[in-house]
């Protein structure tokens, strides 16, 4: 079982900056694929991006690329976000998720087994 518990989130103005953190429970953190996602009002939650289990391969939505960055720090059990340039439209819910796979498609949500409960980030314009 693993448990996750997103911070962060909060009220930002267009072109500001957040950083989301993720802490999980668990020894087997270090295992698990870790993946960002975000749901706006009337939609479907989408991939933002993800981090394999090592840390050493990142993947990003072609929305975010060169915005948003992932990043994992094992001995704290955490997994970060961090989120620049921010616009309107990056308003939303954002959710961490843990998968234990390795490779595929790390932008399919069916792979994650654990969310947390989300954190909402709204920008202002």
């Known amino acids: 079982q693993v448990q996750l518990v997103e911070s962060g989130g909060g009220l930002v103005q267009a072109g500001g900056s957040l950083r989301l953190s993720c802490a999980a429970s668990g020894r087997t953190f270090g295992t698990y694929a870790m993946g960002w996602f975000r749901q706006a009002p009337g939609n479907e939650r989408e991939f933002v991006g993800a981090?394999?289990?090592?840390?050493?391969?990142?993947y990003y939505a072609d929305s975010v690329k060169g915005r948003f960055t992932i990043s994992r720090d094992s001995a704290k059990n955490t997994v970060y976000l961090q989120m620049k340039s921010l616009q309107p439209e990056d308003t939303a819910v954002y959710y961490c998720a843990a998968g234990a796979f390795s490779g595929g498609t790390y932008g399919s949500k069916s792979k994650y087994a654990y969310w947390g409960q989300g954190t909402q980030v709204t920008v202002s314009s």
């Open positions: 981090i394999n289990w090592s840390g050493s391969n990142t």
